[in-house]
């Protein structure tokens, strides 16, 4: 490539490449720097070296977030694949209606983080929310949800799968629709079962699909936020607090932007090593057609 | 090659572009010649007084044709996050409001400049004397206003109860809140919210102290501060509404009140003209105490922000807005927080204000005043205080357990 077609790509390139590093870039080399102080965003820095990390490592609070950034992946991820493949597996039918009801399990995906804990909120009102008058009618008694420290986590993470469902069900419905029709004609030919061919065809050839989706959603899952603020503020008394929350709080509510930075490098190294850790592994599990 | 240099060029235009674009918001908005734009940040005209903020700034701009003032009125619960990412970003309006516990924080950080030649004799000595830091003056008072005990008149008729007076102890509160609540009509019989800025006034009516007199040790974990709490928390449930009636969201408390669904309620004078057009009769009274009394004192202050390239014309505007006579006029006109003005008499006409009756209790509640203990982590130290009175009134901790674990993180946050 000579130097004029160089000069070109890079100005082409200038609208993205500008944000990135304005944004991007800049913002993550100088949370490295201020990681290393004591900073209250408004007095001059002052240099700490690695005692915000040797805080942090110490600090109950911080092994708290992580449980609960876990329990929330570990939560939510399942339900979200179980939940997004079955309804790519039943969309993925001759059904009467099928754009329309793709169209309306997309809807959640593209409505605001904001308004849709705000429905769920509302939904899981201990006292009067629908879900527990629902469930009152059958003879049950609903939880305390957001109020009660054991069930603020199941309450995210349950608003968090039904809001997902819908871009996991729209990346494996591509899948689905990518496996060649012959692989199923030949396996029935030779006398597989449904049950056989769901098994031994459809998942190993949906294994990429399937691969970008929990990639994806693990880097979202540690990085959740939105829902929790509006949902449960991180109670009562802590008991929702996930990590970024704590960053939030630590920063804006705190005034301690260099403890919250170097959780910050934490939390990028946890997701680094996991995100590793899957693109290694993948190879096991992954076919490609 | 030349293209690249073009590329290079146009990247550094649009640096430079973003640059102007990002300086313009720091400036002063324009003004017209020799006129000079004071940004005035507050949030006490939130919810009700923004016109009677509107009003203020009309009678100042009178008075100084030359100067523009520009409100920005935000939610309190937002404004400090909000506040201390503008000064950090350094986008900070000229002049801004804070309330006393949050001024030590910045009055210690230096974003406030120092006012120099006030007038401090128009000024009530001790709240004058609230924004000193350093033997500086870094703020002026603004206002005040304190709580005492809202109760509904109706309610209190139709059980039989006889209404509370200012000798009124805790058992009484006690008493009466159990024969108030009515929960087949879900009527409530009190509220008063489990929480760092009732704690601390719960303990003072109990004769106990917060922290040592060098603020340098919590000391609520005492006997008197365990009786104070369970006061507090064993309210939850019984006579008050809990966290899963929904108690804690915001204006929960207003609507139940205002609703009369609520007999007696522990909050503020702001809470006056809300109140108003409620559709039944209701009083106030100074709020009972147990070993003493003690009323909650909020004083709100106006600095004026170090960076601000109008200073002069922004201490002019905060001089007006807390001390003229045409804002301690609007103040009392509109039962707003009160002007903190020396010369007493100028608060007569608060008097003469129809609702409630008893207004007289404002002032009797002064006597006694508690103000909010203030270390320079405030915000983490209301926060896990809340916290672990909000866990032992779910039922999950003792209040002994709270307590003595409350003490603990907050001498951790005093030495660090």
Known sequence: MGWKKLGWVLFFLLPSAIPLFVFTLVPMVSSLWVSLHKWNLISPMEWAGLDNYTNLLTDPMTRRVFLHTLIYVAGYLPLV????????????????????????????????WVVVALVWKWLLNPANGLVNQLLGAIGLSGPGWWTDPQWALPAVILSSAWKDLGFVMVILLAGLQSIPSDVYEAATVDGASAWQRFWRITLPLLS??????????????????????????????????VVVGQIYDL??????????????????????????????????????A | MRLLKFG????????????????????EAAAPDGKSVVRYMNFSANDGHE?????????????????????????????????QTAVAGGTAADAFELNYENFVTYASNGSLAELKSVDSSVYKKSLYDA?????????????????????NKALFKQAGVAEPTASWTWKDEQAAAAKLTNKGSKVWGDYQPVSYNEFYKVLAQNGGSFLNAERTEATFNSPEGVEAAKFLVEKVGKTMPTEADGAG????????????????WHTGIWMFSPMADAPFDWDVVVEPGNTRKASAMFVNGLVVNAASKNAEAAQKWISFLASSDDT???????????????????????????????????????????LPPVIERQQEMQDLVTAELTSAAAGRKTVEKALADAQTKVNGLLKK
């Open chain 1, 208 to 241: 990429p699909s399937t691969f970008f989706v929990v990639v994806i959603s693990l880097i979202n899952g540690f990085q959740v936020f939105d829902q929790v603020y509006v949902m449960t503020g991180g109670g009562p008394a802590g008991s929702s607090q």
């Open chain 2, 51 to 83: 016109k009677d903020l509107t009003a203020i700034v009309n009678a100042f701009q009178t008075a100084n044709p030359n100067i523009t003032v520009q409100v920005e009125t935000v939610p309190y619960a937002n404004y400090f996050t909000k506040l």
């Open chain 2, 8 to 27: 290079v060029a146009g990247l550094a235009g649009i640096l430079a572009l973003t640059a102007c674009g990002q300086g313009s918001a720091t400036k």
């Open chain 1, 251 to 288: 920063t804006f509510r705190y005034g301690r932007a260099g403890e919250a930075s170097a959780l910050s490098w934490i939390l990028f190294a946890l997701i680094l090593v996991i995100t590793v850790i899957q693109i290694r592994g993948q190879r096991k599990w992954v076919h490609y």
């Open chain 1, 81 to 112: 694949y179980a939940g997004g493949l079955g309804l790519a597996l039943a969309l993925n039918q001759r059904l009467k209606g099928r754009a329309f009801l793709r169209a309306t399990y997309f809807l959640p995906v593209v409505t605001s």
């Open chain 2, 249 to 264: 969201t915001p204006d929960f408390d207003s609507k139940l009140f205002k609703s009369g669904k609520l007999a007696m």
């Open chain 2, 328 to 370: 301690t006029k609007t103040r009392l006109a509109t039962s707003w927080e009160l002007p903190p003005v020396a010369d007493e008499a100028k608060l007569a006409p608060y008097l003469d204000q129809p609702k409630p009756a008893n207004r007289e209790a404002v002032f009797t509640a002064l006597d006694e005043p508690v």
């Open chain 2, 131 to 151: 924004f000193t830091s350093d033997g500086k003056q870094y703020g002026v008072p603004e206002s005040f206003s304190n709580v005492v005990l809202f109760y």
